[in-house]
Nanobody, 115 residues
């Protein structure tokens, strides 16, 4: 199983950016998809998760600014990030848990929020 993330880059504070992550085709059912991030010198933290049923969970620091969505048929997860702050700067990792198979991670995409 491979996860291919795209959409990172440089954005000014207050700007917006979108991330997407495609999960390679496989026979397993998606339990949950989402995004984690890791800033320099810090531990990896959950940003947003979405279950196959559409339930979502967000880190307090991004609530109201980030929106996660998913397409089970396309096995793709999206993250729309608005009102970005310098503290959102991190490597963002795509994540999924597949039923009966376990956890999988993407390679990471860098998001830099700076003027």
């Amino acid at each position: 199983v491979q996860l291919q993330a795209s959409g990172g880059g440089l954005v000014q504070p207050g700007g917006s950016l979108g991330l997407s992550c495609a999960i390679s085709r496989n026979s397993r059912r998606i339990v949950v998809m989402g995004w984690y991030r890791q800033a320099p010198g810090q531990q990896r933290e959950m940003v947003a998760l979405i279950t196959s049923g559409g339930s979502t969970d967000y880190a307090d620091s991004v609530k109201g600014r980030f929106t996660i969505s998913g397409d089970n048929a396309k096995m793709t997860v999206y993250l729309r990030m608005n009102t970005l702050k310098p503290e959102d700067t991190a490597v963002y990792y795509c994540y999924t848990n597949l039923e009966g198979s376990g956890n999988y991670w993407g390679q990471g995409t860098l998001v830099t929020v700076s003027s």
